[in-house]
């Protein structure tokens, strides 16, 4: 049986990426540092829970090894774990640069090297990013934010050119605009009732897309996909 892994997985796009995988009949795995959370979301979902602080370099490792161990062969991983950072510059402080880089930035690097170390002997498998608008352009108050998600992108693009021809298929999803999720209608109520419900990324649009990337053919692969809902300008 396939095997999907969602790699900070929340009750928002990492719950529907589960369950449209789940409707293929893929097992998957959910992988979060907050363990009451995800026990919640994997019993919703039917999936297996893996609490894990992806930040931190031992227990990726040990992540990978438990879920191949308990669930199997990892064939795709779909890495959605981020930090939102927003602030002048002039007040942004190193420790929320560091963390908005280390939880957005660095452990989509680990994530991403433990998939590939056994995605490669294998010779497929496919490894989707999510990135943002910040991934491509700084905005103002966002600095944290950009630098995190930028050097995410690009990381991505130089393993998406290495194990590429290797079978491994490595995309990203740039996320324009706020996706739908109680939070947002929480925070943004006023702008949200103006637009309507379709003026925010609906999760589960969202997740057929990793899903149709995962099944692309190899001599038709996407590297970046921009999605950005009616009402996001760009």
């Not at 999907?4 to 959910?30: D, P, Q, T, W």
């Not at 108050?141 to 693009?157: P, S, V």
């Amino acid at each position: 049986m396939s095997v999907l892994l969602v790699a900070g997985a929340g009750e928002g796009l990492g719950r529907s990426i589960a369950l449209r995988f789940a409707r293929e009949r893929y097992s998957v795995a959910l992988a979060a540092r907050d363990k009451g959370k995800l026990a919640a979301l994997a019993k919703e979902v039917e999936a297996r829970a893996f609490p894990a602080d992806l930040s931190d370099e031992g227990q990726v490792v040990a992540l990978y090894n438990e879920v191949e161990k308990k669930v199997g062969a990892i064939d795709v991983v779909a890495f959605v774990a981020a930090t939102r950072v927003q602030a002048p510059f002039a007040e942004t402080t190193l420790a929320d640069f560091e963390r908005s880089w280390r939880q957005s930035c660095a452990s989509g690097f680990l994530v991403a090297r433990e998939a590939a170390r056994r995605m490669l002997p294998r010779g497929r498998g496919t490894v989707i990013f999510t990135g943002a608008s910040g991934s491509i352009r700084g905005e103002p108050g966002f600095a944290a934010f950009a630098a995190a998600k930028g050097g995410l992108r690009f990381m991505a693009q130089s393993m998406a050119r290495e194990l590429g021809p290797k079978g491994i298929h490595v995309a990203t999803v740039l996320l324009n605009g706020a996706i739908d999720s109680k939070m947002m209608w929480r925070d943004y109520r006023g702008r949200m009732e103006k637009l309507g419900t379709d003026g925010a990324l609906a999760p589960d649009a969202l997740a057929d897309a990793y899903w149709q990337l995962h099944n692309q053919p190899r001599n038709a692969w996407t590297f970046e996909l921009d999605l950005r809902p009616w009402s996001q300008s760009f």
